[in-house]
């Protein structure tokens, strides 16, 4: 039998979530729907390359939640490597492509990579724990002995500003127990810092808990570190503005928010500004949405000076990945363009994709590698047979060389 930890367990019912939250609120949008008319041509066609580095027959055998972080902390910087981030995360033995009974998940893992290559003999995937008792890499160090919350990873960087210390956003998730249909609930939004220099496991690390949500019922709760987007000059930015840009999801609503601060001051919540109507303020209240129907992961990257790419999918689960390009990292946003459908992967009307971004880390010049994952709202019973779905696919989108520079 499988272990159906709180990993499995809370998988499978956040895909209950994530349709009572995104269904139906996409299609009145497709009124914004059209073709920026500065972006003059692209092509967008699968990466198998990189697919396949994800497909595996022993030990990690699929995640999502993927973000990926140059160590440099510049995402143009051609000789690197990149550690990848993973949310909750399936561990098995796959024979005759079959998953062998006995399989688990935990709540969290990570790769990294040596290069930029999709080289299956460059990366190694780290889970951390021994033998049966394998453990999330990252959990709430408040809770160490509380089965009941853990963490679900975000977007981090290397803060180049700041003797190249590791940051990752994380939402903290607790059980409730409540007997509702949706047993658990975010209880905190968390930054985790690993200093310069740390090996895996990250023991060397501290958390810092965001003060920018109540959670008190019934009101709006931000999700921050769903994207973030680092403007600094050490950073490598070709039009640097000396911000870090830490892009947040309105939950329920799906709608866009963005906060900046300098880079050395990222711990400093005071020194935060919100986007809102009247631009940068210091006040949380009054933020106001960059965008709409957006994903919980996301990405904002620079195509070239004064023209940034906002990267989602359609409310998280339509197969619609989509792009809107601003002027700067905040916007205004244009008009919603759909760079790729991800039908080909969900002719089973069980499975849905999500969470779709790019990743500047790994994207040759002119182009942006983007990846998106795939599920079933029958988990367990299509995992046996189908034993490498829950694992990220990509498709690279190349620009025309008009595109990226009018």
């Known amino acids: ?44 066609t699968p990466a198998p390359e990189w697919s396949n580095l994800f497909l595996r027959k022993s030990g990690w055998l699929g995640g999502d939640g993927i ?26 033995e796959i024979e005759e492509g079959k ?3 006995g399989f688990s998940m935990v709540n969290n893992s990570v790769a990294l990579l040596k290069g930029k290559a999709p080289d299956p003999a460059s990366i190694t995937f780290r889970i951390a724990g021994t033998g049966e008792e394998r453990q999330a890499v990252f959990s709430p160090k408040a809770d160490t002995s509380d089965k009941d919350t853990y963490f679900w990873l975000g977007d981090g960087f290397v803060n180049t500003d700041v003797g190249k210390d590791l940051f990752i956003f994380a939402y903290k998730i607790t059980n409730t127990h409540d007997g509702s249909p949706f047993p658990f609930k975010e209880t905190g939004n968390s930054l985790v810092k690993i200093l310069a220099g740390s090996q895996f496991p990250y023991t060397a690390q501290q958390q810092f808990e965001l003060p920018f949500n109540t ?13 973030v987007y680092n403007s600094s000059k050490a950073a490598g930015e070709l039009s640097p503005d000396g911000f870090v840009y830490i ?36 006040n949380r209240q009054a933020i106001a949405a960059l965008a709409d129907s957006v994903s919980n992961e996301l990405s904002v990257s620079m195509l070239a000076p ?9 409310s998280s689960i339509f197969p619609e990945i989509c ?9 205004p ?10 039908s080909s992967d969900i002719q089973d009307p069980e499975l849905f994709t999500y969470n779709a971004k790019a990743h500047p880390a790994l994207s040759a010049p002119g182009e942006l590698l983007i990846s998106y994952n795939v599920n079933s709202f029958k988990f367990l019973e299509v995992l046996p047979k189908q034993p490498n779905l829950y694992r990220p696919r990509f498709v690279r989108v190349k620009f025309s060389q008009s595109s990226k520079s009018k």
Not at 255 to 274: D, G, I, N
């Open 1 to 44: 039998m499988s272990k159906l930890n709180n990993a499995m367990k809370n998988t499978i019912l956040m895909l209950g979530v994530v349709a009572f939250f995104c269904t139906g609120r996409a299609f009145g949008q497709k009124k914004m729907a059209g073709r920026d008319p500065e972006i003059n041509g692209f092509t967008a």
């Open 67 to 92: 973000f990926a972080i140059p160590f440099s902390g510049r995402d143009a910087q051609k000789e690197d490597s990149v550690l990848i981030l993973f949310s909750d995360t399936i561990l098995g």
């Open 99 to 101: 998953l062998n009974p």
């Open 215 to 227: 959670y008190k019922p019934g009101e709006e709760t931000i999700s921050f570190g769903a994207g």
């Open 247 to 282: 892009y947040g999801v309105k939950r329920p609503s799906k709608k866009l928010v963005a906060a900046r601060v300098k880079p050395s001051q990222l711990t400093s919540f005071k020194q935060w500004e919100f986007w809102g109507s009247e631009g940068w303020s210091g």
């Open 306 to 314: 004064g023209k940034y790419a906002l990267v989602y999918q359609l």
């Open 323 to 331: 792009m809107q390009v601003g002027p700067t990292p905040y916007g």
């Open 333 to 342: 946003f244009g008009p919603r363009i759909v760079l790729y459908k991800t």
